[in-house]
């Protein structure tokens, strides 16, 4: 929300406004929000990634990210039981010391057999996409900008259209 990324690098960072990203953890079979964070502008996708699992109460089956969460402390933060379904970086490579890049690894040899986007269809990785449903509900209902002014009242705002859309969800 705010200035965007272009914007900074063109102009230079403006010490009055600064933008902050919702990190979405949700349920893939009907949307439900199991947590949220929100961080500033600086903090990578997969460093909130970890905030956003250790969130989830109950049991995670499968996890379903976009590449940039295609990162060693973000992978080995996650169950061993848990279905990564995170692509990994085009010019990826295989890992045998690391035991959490083991999902990885199958996935890296798998693409190089069939191809990324049959990949994709196998293991159901389009699920994700429900996921930026839930995201697209958000800015549509509740627009793209935060009303409250302090980190923690934001915090707690976007919790509590969270729960709104949760709602939504339960009614529909």
């Known amino acids: ?3 965007g990324e272009w914007k900074v690098r063109k102009h230079g960072y403006n010490k009055y406004r600064t ?11 009907d949307l439900e929000i199991l947590s949220v ?7 990578d996708d997969a460093e909130a990634g970890k905030d956003v699992i250790d969130q989830v109460k109950g049991q995670i089956d499968s ?6 969460y295609d990162k060693i402390n973000f992978r080995s933060c996650l169950p061993k039981d848990v279905e990564q379904l995170i692509p990994p970086r085009k010019d990826g490579v295989v890992h045998k010391k690391k035991r959490a890049l083991r999902q990885r690894n199958k996935a890296i040899e798998r693409i190089a057999e069939i191809g990324r986007v049959d990949w994709k269809k196998e293991v159901g990785y389009h699920i994700r996409s429900k996921s930026e449903v839930n ?5 549509v209902i509740f627009g793209q900008k935060l009303k ?11 919790r ?13």
């Open 1 to 3: 929300y705010g200035e």
């Open 19 to 29: 933008w902050r990203k919702l990190h979405m953890g949700s349920d893939g079979v």
């Open 37 to 43: 964070t929100l961080t500033k502008n600086d903090v």
């Open 63 to 68: 996890v379903a990210g976009d590449g940039a």
């Open 135 to 139: 995201m697209y509900r958000y800015k």
């Open 148 to 158: 409250a002014r302090k980190s923690d009242f934001e915090d707690c705002e976007i």
């Open 160 to 172: 509590i259209k969270s729960k709104i859309l949760n709602k939504f969800v339960e009614l529909g």
